[in-house]
C-alpha cells in the first residue's frame, strides 16, 4: 500500500517562507509526476505546482517566481519551496502523485492528507 505523507506546514508571516515535503511510503516502482495543490476556505482546490519525473515543472501564475517545485526519484519525495509568502497563500496544502507503479498495483493517482499553512500579515 503507498501512502502520501506531507510535512512542513505551520504559521509564518507574510514576507516569509515554508518548504514542505511529501514522502511517498511503500515499495515504489516509479511515480511519473507529482505535485501540490491547495485549498482555501471556501474555496476549489486548485493547483500549485507540479514535476514531472524527468524534472520538468509546472506552476500556476499566483505562484510563479515565489516557489519552487523538486523532486528525489530514489526518495520518492517531492518539496515545495514557498519564499516572498502571501496571505492569500494560506491554504491546506495536498501532495498528489500519478502515475505510481508498485510490483502489485498501479495506482492512477493517490493524495496526501494535507498540511495547514498560514500566513499572517
Known amino acids: 500500500q503507498v501512502q502520501l505523507v506531507e510535512s512542513g506546514g505551520g504559521l509564518v508571516q507574510a514576507g516569509g517562507s515554508l518548504r514542505l515535503a511529501c514522502i511517498a511510503s511503500g515499495s515504489i516502482l516509479s511515480i511519473s509526476a507529482l505535485g501540490w495543490y491547495r485549498q482555501a476556505p471556501e474555496k476549489q482546490r486548485e493547483l500549485v505546482a507540479t514535476i514531472t519525473r524527468g524534472g520538468r515543472a509546472t506552476y500556476a501564475d499566483s505562484v510563479k517566481g515565489r516557489f519552487t517545485i523538486s523532486r528525489n526519484n530514489a526518495k520518492n519525495t517531492v518539496y515545495l519551496q514557498m519564499n516572498s509568502l502571501k496571505p492569500e497563500d494560506t491554504a491546506v496544502y495536498f501532495c498528489?502523485?500519478?502515475?505510481?507503479?508498485?510490483?502489485?498495483?498501479?495506482?492512477?493517482?493517490?493524495w496526501g492528507q494535507g498540511t495547514l499553512v498560514t500566513v499572517s500579515s
Open positions: 498528489n502523485a500519478e502515475g505510481v507503479d508498485t510490483p502489485r498495483t498501479y495506482y492512477v493517482e493517490l
